[in-house]
Structure formats: C-alpha cells, structure tokens
C-alpha cells in the first residue's frame, strides 16, 4: 500500500489535505489525474444506472430518476431519521496518550486466571497492535506466554474496576482509560449570524435523507410510478474517530446512491436484481477474480431499518491494508419503508404521504431497495487492482485501468522536436482532444515519456516519427503489452472511438 500512496502523490492522483500546513487527517485532495479518474467512475455510473436502458425482474424497464439535494438541510430531517439521537458510537479516550478509540475496536489481554494482574489493550484488526499487547503482556509477567496462557476479552466483557488496571494500546501506564461515553458522529454548524440552539445545523452524514424527504417532490414532478429509483452522487460527512487506510476511511466523502422504491410484495426479487446487478458492475470496469467477493449479512450485523428485510449484503474488495481479508466497497440493503414512514409521522402529515398505487389500486409507503457505493473507495480499488509492478519497463510499473476509467486516454509525441514533427503531432493532438482527455508531450527520450504515460495509466500513445510526413501514419503503442503497430493519422480519430466507446 505504500507504493501505491507514494505513486498517488507523485504522480497527482491523491494528495494529503492542507499539506503544506501539516494537513489534517482524514482529508484528502485529488489531485489532475485523481480528479479525472473519479469523475470518470462517477459518470460510468451515472451513465450505467440512470441514462442506460436497464431490464429488471420479468425484464420490466428500470425508470431511474436523478437528484442533487443540499448537504445542510433542516435538522428535523436528522431528528427523524435517528440519526441525532442514535448515529453515534461508545468511545474510550486514554488520557495518557491521548487517543481516542472506538470501544468496540478495542480487544483486551491478560494472564488467563490472574483476576488481580494488569489488563493490555489493542486495537482488534490491527496485528501490530496485538503484538505490542502481547509483548507487554509478557514484560509485565516477565516470561514469555503460550497463547493458552492468554485470557482475550472486548469491552462487553471488561468492568469498570478491570479498565482501571488497563494499559492502553498507546499508554504505558495502567489506568488511564476512561469509561466510554457516547461519541455523535455528525459534524455540527450553525446557519445563520446567531450561533444558538435554533440555529444549529449538521452536514449531511449520508446523502439518502435528501432522497427520502423528497420522495413526493420527484413524484409529482416527474410522472414516474412504483417501482421507480432516485439516483444521487454527493457529499457526506462523518467525524470519524479514526480515520485511517488512505481515502478508505475519511471524514469527508463522497457516495453514489440509489433509494429504488418498490411494493413490499416485491423486495426479494428487487433485492437480487440489484444486488446482482451491483455486482457485475463493478466486475465489468476490472474489479473481478479473487479481489472481489459478494458478502450477504447475518442477523446480528442488520440495521435497525433491515431486521426484517429481503436482505442486506456487501459488495467487498481486497485492498492491500485488508490482505488477506476484505473491505466494503459497497452495501445493498433493502431498508423497508422504515425511513418514508419516519419522515411522515415527523413533518405531521403521516398517513397522507403515503403512497397511491393505481394498478393496484391500493395506498401504501413504498419499501426501498438501497445499493449505496462509496465514489472514494471505489476510486481506491480502482487504484489498487490497477497497480501493476513490472520491471521489464523503465517506469517499473504501469497503471492498468479500465481505458473508460482511465484519466488521460491517448498520449500524441513526435519522436523528435524537429523537422516538421511536432507540427504533426500537435496538429493531431488537438483533433483528439475535441472529445478525449488527451496529453501532448516533446519532452525527453521516447522512452522517459511512455514511462510517464504508464504510470499515469494512459492506454494509448500515438508517436509521430521522421516516416509519418510521408507515409501519413503513426506509431500506436499500447499500455498493457507494449506492442506497437503503424496506423494511418485519419484513422486515428475513430480508432480511439472505438477503444473508449465513443462516437469519434
């Protein structure tokens, strides 16, 4: 992963926040070609989800509407959801180092029948953090212990007198963690020039609220029916305790969501189409093989709104930093109507928000079908599964995305900046970027500049050489073999067309 981090701000795919200030942490700045390749996923997706003709169950068209809501909006909004009262998490603060943990992330150790001696905490996931509990396990009893010897425990199972002789995963003193208290996951602000209780305001957690509240807007606006989806690309705020894992857990974020509302009767088969249908999509930009596996939930990990759902499952992904294990890319949920019906008893007008099905002839609050992806993650798996080490090149590795994906799509050089060659070059240049993000570049040997363009993931250089003034033809070389073949200048346009899956 530290490859993959120092290629990412080398090259401009991913810088640190405020960096020159220190930064600040779980914040991150894309840099050009980390711009480029988000709003590439992001508008696949938009275009795959929204603009695309999808078939669902018994091959029905799939209607998919878009919206942009705000990221402040009322707080009732919150307060309906639960997320004011109930988005947070016990946290543990160890008053020695000063870290703060979540308590469900802490594992505890200690000599197995000792009920007097000191207690060691880790972070439960973290096998560094284990180690070091172990070794000042052993340090304290000064032997070496045999993993029956250990008694291990979470915070479920600690009492207030055993966290009072608890050495923290950062501490050297027993002691010093408090008890945990519960931490409010949303960042607060205020609106407007008085900074009291009617004034305050959050930003956004998660980008679903604004699709549920405005469920009868795009109701009555757009003549869509049941079963219809809203599609949102926007971003979140969550105060993380411990962001961490590059862009994987940060405190600002963006998400690409779909609340897809349906008759209950109908959420098993909704629930796998688009749990297939997610899927596959991800395979089909270059997420597949053993990186990539498809999780379905069990009864304790459900959220209060899928208890008693078709199902919620997570699409996963095997980032370096989970090796050998996985990390959700993206959830599919069926939520229920728990949230439409939330929303309706809070505003005041309960059963008049319900929905009228004139098929059936029938008033009800539609259930939703929830396939919410995370644009930063899949941005970074994008990153990662496209790292590819190879030294058999100059670059010693090349990035090898999806050319629909990939930032830069054609690099044009003239082999030589001299006679009559970068004229030709340039002139073709500026042909293909009418409709492709395209770069032009004199500098340096032919073999430094194919190294740049690997690394930064572009599939196709065309070169313009000594022979192309004459035989009107260019050198094509392609990212992933290397191969290079001569092409006609005019059939270059509808060549890079067809590459990228375009009109030329």
């Known amino acids: 992963m530290d490859q993959i981090t120092a290629l990412c701000k080398r090259r401009g795919f991913v810088f640190q926040s405020s960096q020159i200030y220190g930064g600040i942490n779980g914040f991150w700045d894309y840099g050009p070609l980390g711009t480029e390749l988000k709003r590439n996923l992001k508008e696949l997706w938009w275009n795959d989800m929204v603009h ?17 809501s705000t990221i402040i909006m009322n707080p009732s909004v919150w307060v309906a959801s639960g997320h004011v009262g109930g988005f947070n998490d016990p946290m543990i603060d160890c008053r020695e180092s000063k870290n703060r943990y979540r308590a469900d992330h802490l594992g505890f150790l200690g000599l197995k029948g000792d009920t007097t001696g000191q207690i060691f905490a880790y972070i439960d996931g973290d096998d560094d953090s284990l180690a070091q509990a172990r070794k000042k396990l052993s340090k304290y009893v000064k032997r070496e212990l045999d993993d029956d010897e250990i008694d291990t425990a979470t915070i479920a199972d600690i009492s207030t007198e055993e966290l009072g002789i608890t050495v923290g995963p950062h501490a050297k003193q027993a002691g010093s963690l408090t008890e945990p208290r519960q931490f409010n996951l949303m960042f607060e602000t205020f609106v407007g020039a008085v900074r009291d209780e009617d004034a305050r305001a959050y930003l956004r957690p998660e980008t679903a609220q604004g699709i549920f509240a405005n469920f009868h807007n795009v109701l009555d606006s757009s003549r869509v029916r049941v079963p219809f989806g809203i599609a949102q690309i926007g971003k979140a705020f969550r105060n993380e305790v411990t962001p961490r894992n590059f862009t994987f857990r940060s405190r600002e974020f963006e998400q690409m969501e779909i609340e897809f509302f349906i008759h209950p009767d109908e959420a098993e088969q909704w629930y796998a189409y688009w749990r297939d249908t997610r899927f596959e999509w991800w395979k089909s930009i270059g997420l597949e093989g053993d990186n990539l596996q498809l999780r379905e939930h069990d009864t304790s990990e459900l959220a209060h709104y899928a208890k008693e759902g078709a199902g ?5 992904y095997r980032f370096p930093f989970t090796d050998p294990g996985f990390g959700e890319l993206e959830g599919v949920a069926h939520r229920s109507n728990y949230d439409l019906k939330a929303h309706a008893d809070h505003c005041g007008k309960g059963e008049k928000m319900r929905y009228f099905d004139q098929e059936r002839n029938e008033h009800y609050f539609p259930h939703v079908i929830e396939p919410s992806a995370g644009a930063d993650r899949g941005t970074l798996a994008v990153l990662c599964e496209a790292y590819t080490p190879d030294d058999s090149r100059a670059s010693k590795v090349y990035m090898k995305f999806d050319p629909r994906l990939a930032p830069i799509k054609a690099a044009v050089f003239p082999l030589v900046a001299k006679d009559g060659m970068p004229e030709v070059a340039e002139k073709l240049y500026r042909q293909l970027r009418r409709h492709h993000v395209c770069q032009f570049d004199h500098k ?32 094509v070389r392609e990212r992933d073999t290397q191969a290079q073949q001569r092409m006609a200048i005019d059939q270059v346009p509808s060549f890079l067309a067809e590459k990228m899956g375009s009109e030329p």
């Not at 919620?312 to 996963?316: A, G, K, S």
């Not at 363009?453 to 065309?462: L, R, S």
């Open 312 to 316: 919620v499952c997570d699409i996963e």
């Open 52 to 68: 695309r003709s999808l078939a669902g169950p018994a091959d029905r068209d799939v209607e998919m509407v878009g919206l942009d």
């Open 444 to 475: 340096q040997s032919i073999g430094k500049r194919y190294a740049r363009m690997d690394e930064a993931g572009t599939p196709y250089c065309f070169t313009v050489d000594g022979e192309s003034l004459s035989d009107h033809c260019v050198t």
